[in-house]
C-alpha cells in the first residue's frame, strides 16, 4: 500500500539533478495521456489537488521536516510539496528554513537551472542582509 503522506525529517530532501527534471517531464506526459483518456472515456469531475499551505514559497519550512541538512542550505532541491510533483519546479531553503519556489525552465532562453550562473543569483537572492 503506498504512503499517502510526504516522506519526513533529512531523508525528504533530494538534491536538483538533470535526472530530476527529466523524471518531472516523464510525469507531465504521463499525467497528460491519462487526463486525455480520461476526457475521451467520460467528463467525470474530479476535485482538483491544491498546493500544500505549510510549504508555501515565503514561509518557514515546517517543524515536521527537521533541520535540513547543512550541505543543501541554498541548494536547489526537489519540491516537497506533492502537488507539484508534476510541475517544474525546484526550491531553495535558506538559512533561515524559509522556502523558495523556483520555475525549472530556461531563464531568459538561455540559462537552465543547473547553470552556475542561475545559482549564484539565486544565492544572493535568498540570503538575507547582512551575510
Known amino acids: 500500500m503506498a504512503c499517502l503522506l510526504p516522506p519526513t525529517g533529512p531523508d525528504a530532501f533530494r538534491r ?21 483518456r480520461k476526457s ?10 491544491k498546493p500544500s499551505g505549510n510549504l508555501e514559497a515565503g514561509k518557514p519550512l515546517p517543524f515536521i521536516y527537521g533541520d535540513p541538512p547543512p550541505e543543501i542550505i541554498a541548494d536547489p532541491i526537489e519540491d ?8 517544474k519546479t525546484f526550491i531553495v531553503i535558506s538559512k533561515g528554513k524559509t522556502i523558495y519556489r523556483f520555475n525549472a525552465e530556461s531563464a531568459c532562453y538561455l540559462l537552465s537551472p543547473f547553470n552556475p550562473i542561475r545559482r549564484g543569483a539565486i544565492k544572493i537572492l535568498i540570503h538575507s542582509y547582512p551575510f
Open 80 to 87: 516537497l510539496d506533492p502537488f507539484y510533483s508534476a510541475k
Open 40 to 49: 475521451h472515456v467520460e467528463a467525470v469531475e474530479e476535485e482538483e489537488a
Open 16 to 36: 536538483f539533478t538533470p535526472e530530476s527534471l527529466a523524471e518531472i517531464e516523464k510525469q507531465i506526459i504521463k499525467e497528460k495521456a491519462e487526463k486525455e
